[in-house]
């Protein structure tokens, strides 16, 4: 109260510029703390300089790279769960006519077991086909295992798979082979 400076800085990161306005924002007295959507505005952030505290929120926390949270920088990390069987239930929803799913999954990753995953895609009225990748390197050739077997993919939120090197021939075996993504 009492001074004109805004009380509140939104910063859409993906804007041209924008890790200069990070920076700026972030040397003004007046920022208390940083709320960081998603794992790149909250790698950005960590990398920054000082000591505001960040509240980051993203969808698979642990992806964000283990030097964020001791650059100096209070760290509370809040995930956001979208529950398997909701995510099945949209996808059934919008591919009412493509029974068999495929579904990628990274062993490596917390997320839910192959037997999980299978049980909740029968669940949801789906004949799934569960193909493991543990790496960005398998990651076309696991897709194109799925060719014949699936009607469509589901890819889950991973960052050691889905990289700006993998996304394009990624989506380019999708069109090649006709078969539908579905992913974050």
Known sequence: KGTD???LYVLDLRQKEAAQALSDALRLKSIRVV???GAEAS???SAQPGSIPVIATMITPHLLTRDASIRGRPLSIIPVHVPLAALL???KRVFPNKPRLGL???PALPEASAEVLKAAAESAGFTPRIAECSGPGELIETFRS???KADLVLCFADATLYTPATLKPLVLASLRYRLPLVGF
């Open 89 to 91: 239930e949209n996808v």
């Open 35 to 37: 709320v960081a959507i």
């Open 43 to 45: 790698e950005m952030v």
């Open 104 to 106: 990628i999954r990274n």
């Open 146 to 148: 799925l060719k014949d």
């Open 5 to 7: 400076r805004p009380l």
